[in-house]
């Protein structure tokens, strides 16, 4: 909280839940290995707002530019964001 108190984790949202663990899984990156391994995010996102996913979407894609990320996603959400980014990525569609 902006006060600083101590905020159980039972009063956040999902979405709060899942923006701490994204952040936790991707601070581990280097710590792990010096090898630029690939990141996995399987519905990483499903909770994201349209503004904190393009927030996350760029840092991402400007942080971790030397790996290669994989985004498993059922929307179209992060395809158009990174467009709009000018982001260069491969999109695979499996029907």
Do not use: W
């Amino acid at each position: 909280m902006e006060n600083g108190n101590y905020v159980p984790a039972s009063k956040l949202s999902i979405g709060t839940i899942d923006q701490l663990y994204l952040s936790l899984r991707l601070s581990m990156v280097e710590e792990l290995s010096k090898e630029k391994m690939p990141i996995i995010l399987d519905e990483a996102f499903a909770y994201y707002d349209t503004e904190r996913l393009k927030n996350i979407l760029k840092y991402i894609s400007e942080r971790f530019e030397k790996h290669q990320i994989i985004i498993l996603t059922c929307t179209n959400r992060e395809k158009e964001i990174l467009k709009n980014l000018n982001v260069n990525f491969n999109n695979i569609e499996l029907i």
